[in-house]
């Protein structure tokens, strides 16, 4: 099977996780579209590189650059609306107020724990599929995963976000 052939058959699979990695991070169908084909553009330009472990080079180059573009989008909005004040905002300004968060938050991680946490929970794949596409045993995957996650939970909880109220009138 030639170079092209190869893509072409792998491309739906690649095309959906691209995206479905886009849209959890940044909430925008048409950006994590966007976000989805730069991926897979990129994919393409280096196949014969990648093409041994494509699921985990997509799911990452979409991560990155979805994390890219809540950066540069957001950057000068999110310095000017705290989070603390969120709680008073509307659901959408909360939810994109908190995608901002977690991205920074995802950033910050060693590279190998985002790396797990982006391919376990962004793409949906479990531990074993993980450990393969990365070359690793699963117990590393676990122990990158355990990591990864109270990073996460103990810097989101640092943030003290509180609840949104409800707008029913009971």
Excluded: C
């Amino acid at each position: 099977m030639t170079a092209d052939a190869d893509f072409d058959a792998a491309f739906a699979d690649l095309a959906r996780l691209a995206y479905r990695v886009a849209y959890r991070l940044l909430g925008v169908r048409a950006e994590a579209e966007d976000v989805a084909q730069e991926a897979l553009a990129r994919a393409y330009a280096r196949w014969r590189r990648v093409h041994g472990h494509a699921e985990p080079w997509v799911a990452r180059v979409a991560a990155n650059l979805a994390l890219d573009r809540l950066r540069s989008h957001d950057r000068s909005r999110r310095a000017e609306v705290p989070v603390a004040d969120a709680a008073a905002a509307d659901d959408a300004t909360r939810a994109a107020v908190d995608r901002l968060e977690l991205a920074h938050l995802l950033s910050s991680l060693p590279r190998r724990q985002r790396e797990v946490v982006v391919l376990r929970y962004l793409a949906d794949r479990s531990e074993a599929d993980v450990a393969r596409e990365l070359g690793t045993s699963v117990g590393t995957v676990k122990r990158h995963a355990h990591r990864g996650l109270a990073t996460l939970r103990e810097a989101w909880t640092g943030l003290d976000l509180e609840p949104i109220p409800d707008r029913g009138g009971a």
